[in-house]
């Protein structure tokens, strides 16, 4: 019996001929900076100088300067830096998870994806440095180092020392991983480069790439081992800045649900994250053949998934305070709910719960402006949960005698600009200089005959 | 043989080569780089390491240490051993009140106040002010050399004008000081009037007595406030007496009453007390019941007291109107007839009718000869109210020719402050003997400016036949000459005051007069054997009653109180007690009118707690307007507002001045003497916020039976471990005790084990242990921003709890009741042995030690702040700032200049910006206990190593001890039997807070338990 498979759509779209990906995506490297790019650095540039302002008012004075207190110990410092990691989470998801299934319709977003991964954990890595209140000693007091302290070493029981390890190894990891991707498309830059400062750059930069079938088969492999070490990673990281709070006392946070739920909620927030950043590079970069409908709606479907899980995690917690008769875990959780941060609760459910399941709707998922618009709204719920998680658990705790409420300050908001700050620029460096989509993989899956439709 | 014998040194010189010889002229013959090369030339390479060379030594020399004075000892005081502390017998003694003290010194400065236990005055015990007095000490804000008319003068030049002066004037010579009971200052005084005749000597006490001390003086002839022993009555009745908070001999009351609220097996009685009062007050939190009243209804209530006793005595009553409301009354009543003899009534009220009724219940009760004695007068207060307003017109008419302001500051603290402040230029000689700026020195002429009392001798007798010395414990730091020694040089007396005041000692002497006084300065105390006499009392109630002014009880009436920080206001510059929150309200900082809740409810006068930000009123009493913000405060009287004295400071320096308002203002002055309620007093809306900065804002423990575990005495006597909350967790054993289950490899203690006992039922609240901490362990203030900011650094916290409004729904929990019961629990680092803190640390900066005390290592912390969030008691406290040699934390005294800090505890660490800090459980005293233990090759006895919150608390609420220990107090108190998994106490009323985390502490709180009948129909 004679069987056909269906005509597959085509994952680029537009007819685009080998030439045509090479030429489309080194010219927005080698081309001049466009006005748009200007002013989108000059912005990020803005962002991160007037962070840095709030960063050294932040460092010179103290951590005081933010609005932290005796029974609020941690809020938007850690915040962020939860966030941020979440953020992290696309990138390596996508490469790896997804290479490793075979999906090829990543190939057109995994750069730039990666490239934000690496960028938000560096913005992450941030936070936990500044908000020491020693960070000169505690950039380096934090690693178990030999010194001539005596026997002194570092706390291997504290979570803290665990996210350090898990976040350097899950940077260093990204890092490789994306560089490696990145050495085929600098070798097609340099030759293609026509002045001799590009030569060089982007030749040292490609490691002397020569395409040789050998040097092809060595490349592929070395991508396939990456994945396969950066994919526990994925799940590993966040469950580890989960143990932050997992394994505290405080009511709110001794949960142990939180390592499953941190991760759904990454890769939920890290989608977001990365719609919201190729929605814009699509439109200015014009690659709505690249970065097509298909990838928008399967990047949706996977918020609505994870959307779900984080959904059923929050009513999972409230039923297990309830369940577990436990006074102040019951009180956390009311006070969550309807306590003086009620707003930050709700504003995490309707952003975190409900905008997701809108896209059930074929005609929203598929659109570019709603997706745009909900990409933006999960991200702040995603933010808000991390608040929600430990403002309003640390500040009613188990004595009534310290319960206080956080407001923060000037220099808060300022070192969250700053890590924003940090965020664009490097994205925006990296959007002009580097090639945001991975031509060599996409050549792998556009029509091979090369027709025009 | 040859001519010219040639001498060499070497073959080289002999042979003498080219090279050689070219070499030779050089003066180092090996290669030098600062040559150049060996062709000579300098290279690049030597320009380069020259210059980084050059580099370096400039930067180096830039980068010059500080240059740090340690100056030797010439020679070497006999006491004095550097790192030794030494300790010296005192007494404490500012504004009217005088306590028995052991001052420490280390290298010659005082440091810290302890209360001296050889005194029978006051117990041992201290108060938050004398805790706080060490900082006065080293306040820049003293005057640093005698004055005149403002300018710095000598004291030779000063002595010269006023002995002419006060030789020429016309008109009588005043001395004006608080009540003062000094027998050689009273001598001094007496030199003086030899010389010049026509001295009087006025005595007042900002919060006056004189209503009472004019009725004993009708009632038994003697002007004197007799002892009163808390200790001895089972039933105490006040009426907005605060014996407990502002009192004489505050400290052995606190003592007094704390031991007749202690249960054990075999005392299972403890006393009951009521409270008539209007504002909370100390005592009124610590009442078993607590009625409140208004101010005008008080001698009504007392009329009506007398009358209930009177019938049960069998006496004729007297004929008054009845209370609204009986039922507590009649309560106190029975239980006051039941503990006949052991019972004393008592009544804040100056008012003299109200007072001699009271007198006559006690007379009644046979209170006189048991629970009061008035053989013996509390000496502390002497003031007279009509004496003070005499001194006041006689100066408005020009009859007083010189005013002596000794060490008072009537400007300020009386209301006649005012007249005394715009006729004082009608005396020809004013002069103050203040050692520090206030308002009275201000308008004085002269400023001959006392020693701070620990620089002074002196002796009190501040209880009849009990005296007290004073030595210094550090010479004058300024330019200052003590008082009394002032007065002797303008009586032309040239003895030294301490001569003085040893001719005065010389006739108690049996024997040598040397060892005698030696061992009188040792021991700090004396008792001369005076019994004093007791003197019949005769009251003519009926006439008295009909004296009482009772008005109608319509209007919203001002009782103006003094706090248990600032008090009268002598401290306001002392930091110290400025942050310290006030026990009740928990704010800081600053007085406000506090309200009933109804009060607030109905005038819009609502408070926001998250926020600290309090609606501004106006209030206007007899003309003047004062604008203060509100604070509703549960179980204030309906009907009445209050309003603390203190504040509103205009010339006592840096941090007093401008806080808060003048309440003194607001006390009317009338012709039977000075009233601290008023009625008739208008409060006009809200015209503005203002923030008030509180420690606390959460009123009640919502409920929550593992943080306050508490019965009624009944319930007690039925089980001891009545109120008790045990928590079970379920376990596949079933339900077991928290302490059962574990992951933990659990601490084992070889040595000791140190531990601690609170005690809820006999914690007064007063607050003295947060003061006691901070100056034993430099912690620093941070200023009233920064506890707004929720920032304040007290290691030791007293947590204030109200009842609630209602049992059902987290709103009615969370609301205290309009009249609440009140529990107090000191909080501070539980040391748990399965510690929280210790785990999340990732830098290992907080540890455990081998005798179970939770450690900081400053050192190593790099700030995470991981272990405060995860304290569940949130004890911990991180250095937000940089709080030393900081010029934004000014008012953290003994941090910033480098006077005030000569009261940092040499023993204890500053910390720097961006560590974390809390209760140590004063580490530097138990080493030093444990040090001396050794040298002399033993174990340290029980109660020799003592944390400075235990040392200090009046009422001996906290224990301190080693837990391995069999024969220490805490071993006994809390029968302990040591489990696999710890330590378990067999005495019923002892627990964890938050026992079910299964953190172990080694903080044990022991049952709050309230004297209080089953099934009372009596509201609070």
């Known amino acids: 019996m004679h069987a056909e498979s269906e005509v597959r759509i085509p994952l680029v779209t537009g007819g685009k001929t080998v030439h045509d990906v090479t030429q489309d995506i080194c010219s927005r490297v080698e081309e001049k900076p466009t006005k748009l790019w200007m002013m989108a650095m000059a912005i990020s540039l803005a962002l991160l100088a007037v962070g840095a302002y709030a960063v050294y008012l932040l460092l010179w004075n103290g951590i005081g300067m933010w609005g932290l207190n005796k029974t609020v110990g941690w809020a938007w410092d850690i915040t962020n830096f939860v966030w941020w990691v979440g953020i992290g989470h696309a990138g390596t998801l996508i490469s790896a998870i997804l290479l490793l299934f075979r999906q090829r319709w990543r190939m057109s977003i995994n750069r730039a994806a990666e490239a934000m991964t690496i960028f938000a954990v560096i913005c992450a890595a941030l936070f936990p440095i500044l908000h020491t209140g020693r960070p000169w000693l505690a950039f380096y007091w934090m690693f178990p180092l030999p010194n001539t302290f005596g026997s002194l070493w570092v706390n291997f029981n504290s979570p803290l020392l665990w996210d350090v390890f898990a976040i350097s190894t899950y940077f260093s990891v990204s890092l490789v991983f994306w560089y490696i991707g990145l050495i085929p498309d600098f070798a097609s830059i340099r030759d293609r480069a026509t002045n001799k400062v590009s030569k060089a750059i982007y030749g040292a930069l490609s490691f002397g790439w020569t395409g040789g079938a050998k040097t092809w088969s060595h490349y592929e492999t070395v991508a396939l081992v990456l994945a396969g070490l950066a994919t526990p990673l994925v799940l590993s990281v966040h469950t580890i800045v989960s143990f932050d709070f997992a394994t505290s006392v405080i009511p709110g946070w001794h949960t142990t649900i939180f390592p499953p739920y941190f991760v759904a909620g990454a890769i939920f927030s890290g989608f977001a994250m990365v719609l919201t950043l190729l929605l814009v590079t699509r439109k200015v970069y014009k690659l709505e053949d690249y970065i097509t409908i298909e990838h928008i709606e399967m990047m949706n479907i996977i918020i609505i998934v994870t959307g779900s899980i984080v959904g059923i995690a929050y009513i999972t917690e409230f039923f297990i305070a309830w369940y577990s008769g436990v006074e102040a875990e019951q009180y956390a959780f009311i006070n969550r709910a309807t306590g003086p941060y009620w707003w930050a609760y709700w504003s995490m459910m309707t952003c975190n719960v409900i905008s997701p399941q809108l896209f059930w709707f074929k005609k929203i998922r598929t659109n570019l402006a709603a997706t745009f618009v909900i990409s933006i709204i999960v991200n702040i719920g995603m933010w808000f949960e991390r608040f929600v998680i430990i403002v309003t658990s640390l500040h009613r705790d188990f004595l009534p005698s310290s319960w206080a409420m956080f407001y923060p300050t000037a220099v808060d908001i300022g070192t969250y600009v700053f890590s924003f700050g940090v965020f664009f620029t490097a994205f925006f460096l990296f959007a002009k200089f580097f090639p945001v989509i991975n031509m060599a993989e996409v050549k792998s899956i556009i029509k091979a005959t090369g027709q025009k439709k | ?1020």
């Open chain 2, 1 to 1020: 043989m040859k001519e010219n014998k040639t001498y060499w040194k070497g073959i080289e010189q002999l042979e003498a080569t080219p090279e050689f010889q070219e070499r030779s002229a050089k003066e180092f013959h090996e290669y030098l780089p600062i040559n150049g090369n060996e062709e000579g030339d300098p290279t690049r390479r030597d320009f380069l390491k020259m210059m980084g060379f050059g580099m370096a030594a400039v930067s180096l020399a830039a980068c010059e240490a500080p240059v740090r004075k340690a100056i030797p000892y010439v020679n070497k005081p006999v006491d004095v051993d550097p790192g030794v502390a030494n300790y010296y017998a005192s007494t404490y003694s500012m504004g009217n009140e005088v306590c028995s003290v052991v001052v420490k010194t280390r290298e010659g400065r005082p440091i810290k106040i302890e209360g001296n236990d050889l005194s029978k005055v006051s117990g041992g015990g201290t108060t938050t002010q004398m805790e706080a007095s060490v900082l006065s000490l080293y306040d820049e804000q003293r005057i640093q050399s005698p004055k005149i008319d403002g300018q710095d003068t000598s004291w030779d030049e000063l002595d010269n004008r006023i002995k002419a002066e006060l030789a020429s004037n016309t008109g009588k010579t005043v001395i004006v000081s608080y009540s003062n009971c000094s027998p050689s200052t009273q001598r001094a005084i007496d030199v003086l009037s030899t010389k010049y005749g026509n001295v009087e000597w006025v005595q007042y006490d900002p919060v006056s007595m004189s209503g009472t001390l004019d009725a004993y003086e009708t009632a038994t002839g003697n002007r004197a406030y007799p002892v009163h022993d808390f200790s001895k009555a089972k039933t105490i009745v006040s009426f907005d007496a605060d014996f407990l908070g502002n009192w004489p001999n505050q400290t052995s009351n606190n003592r007094q009453f704390a031991s007749t609220r202690k249960l054990d097996d075999n005392k299972k009685e403890m006393s009951r007390l009521y409270s008539f009062e209007s504002n909370l007050s100390l005592t009124g939190s610590n009442a078993d019941y607590r009625d409140p009243i208004k101010p005008s209804q008080q001698g009504l209530y007392i009329a009506n007291l007398y009358n209930l006793l009177a019938q049960k005595a069998g006496v004729s009553t007297v004929s008054t109107s009845s209370v609204d409301n009986s039922v507590v009354l009649e309560k106190a009543a029975n239980d006051l007839w039941n503990s006949k003899a052991s019972s004393i009534v008592i009544s804040g009220s100056n008012d003299s009718n109200v007072q001699q009724i009271v007198i006559a219940i006690n007379d009644l009760l046979g209170a006189y000869g048991t629970t009061i004695d008035n053989s013996k007068s509390n000496n502390t207060r002497k003031g007279s109210d009509s004496a003070f307003s005499n001194f006041v017109n006689e100066l408005k008419q020009g009859q007083v020719g010189g005013v002596v302001f000794y060490n008072c500051n009537p400007v300020y603290d009386h209301p006649l402050g005012g007249e005394i402040s715009s006729n004082v230029s009608k005396a020809k000689t004013s002069i103050s003997t203040s050692d520090r700026n206030d308002e009275t020195t201000a308008i004085s002429k002269y400023l001959a400016p006392d020693h701070h009392y620990l620089e002074s001798w002196n002796d009190f007798e501040p209880v009849t036949g009990q005296l007290s010395l004073s030595q210094p414990t550090i010479s004058n730091i300024f330019d200052t000459r003590q008082a009394q020694e002032s007065f002797l040089r303008w009586g032309e007396n040239s003895d030294s005051y301490y001569d003085f005041v040893r001719a005065g000692w010389s006739s108690l002497a049996t024997g040598n007069f040397d060892s005698f006084w030696d061992k009188c300065l040792h021991d700090g105390v004396y008792e001369n054997g005076n019994e004093g006499t007791s003197s019949s009392i005769s009251v003519d109630v009926a006439s008295v009653v009909s004296n009482i002014v009772s008005s109608s009880a319509s209007g919203t009436e001002l009782v103006v109180y003094s706090n248990y920080s600032i008090g009268d206001g002598i401290h306001a510059n002392n930091p110290w007690l400025q942050e310290m929150p006030d026990p009740i309200t928990k704010a800081c900082w600053d007085n406000y009118l506090t309200v009933s809740l109804k009060y607030a409810r109905e005038n819009g006068l609502d408070y926001d707690p998250e926020r600290m930000v309090a609606k501004l009123v106006t209030v206007s009493v007899n003309g003047t307007s004062l604008q203060v913000p509100v604070i509703p405060q549960p179980g204030q009287a309906d009907g009445t507002v209050g309003l603390a004295l203190g504040y509103g400071r205009t010339n006592a320096g840096k941090v007093a001045d401008n806080l808060g308002v003048n309440a003194y203002q607001l006390v009317n002055s009338t012709s039977s003497g000075l009233n601290y309620s008023s009625n008739g007093i208008s409060i006009s809306g809200a015209e503005g916020t203002y923030q008030v900065a509180q420690t606390q804002t959460s009123q009640t423990y919502a409920g929550r039976e593992t943080v306050i575990q508490e019965t009624i005495l009944k319930e007690y006597q039925k089980d001891p471990g009545a109120g008790r909350y045990r928590p079970k967790i379920s376990a596949s054993t079933g339900k077991e005790h928290p302490y059962a289950i574990s992951l933990w490899k659990d601490h084992k203690y070889d040595n000791h084990h140190w531990g601690m006992i609170v005690d809820l039922n006999s914690c007064t609240g007063c607050g003295t242990c947060t003061i006691a901490c901070q100056t034993e362990n430099n912690i620093p203030v941070v200023g009233k921003q920064e506890v707004l900011n929720r920032r304040e650094m007290h290691w030791i916290r007293i947590d204030r709890y109200y009842s609630s409004r209602g049992d059902e729904g987290r709103e009615n929990k969370e609301a205290a009741a309009e009249n609440p019961e009140v529990t107090f629990q000191p909080m501070m680092c539980q040391h748990c042995n399965a510690a929280p803190c210790e785990t999340v640390c990732p830098v290992a900066a907080t540890t455990h030690s081998t005798e179970g005390l939770n450690m900081m290592a400053y050192n190593r912390c790099v700030g995470t702040r991981y272990c405060a969030n995860n304290c569940p008691y949130k004890v911990r406290r991180f250095n937000w700032f940089k709080y030393h040699d900081n010029a934004q934390f000014g008012d953290n005294l003994s941090m910033n200049n480098d006077l005030g800090k000569m009261v940092l505890n040499p023993d204890v660490t500053v910390r720097s910006r961006g560590v974390m800090e809390k209760c140590s459980l004063c580490v530097q005293r138990i080493q030093a206990g444990k040090l001396q233990a050794k040298k002399e090759s033993r174990r340290p006895k029980d109660g020799e190593i003592t944390t400075a919150c235990v040392k200090a608390c009046p009422a001996d609420a906290l224990t301190f001890g080693d837990m391995k220990d069999p024969n220490s107090k805490i071993y006994k108190k809390l029968k302990i039997n040591e489990l696999e998994k710890g330590v378990e106490a067999k005495e019923q009323r002892a627990y964890h807070v938050l026992e079910e985390l299964r953190v172990m502490p080694n903080v044990w709180y022991l049952t709050k338990v309230r004297n209080k009948d089953e099934n009372d129909k009596v509201e609070a």
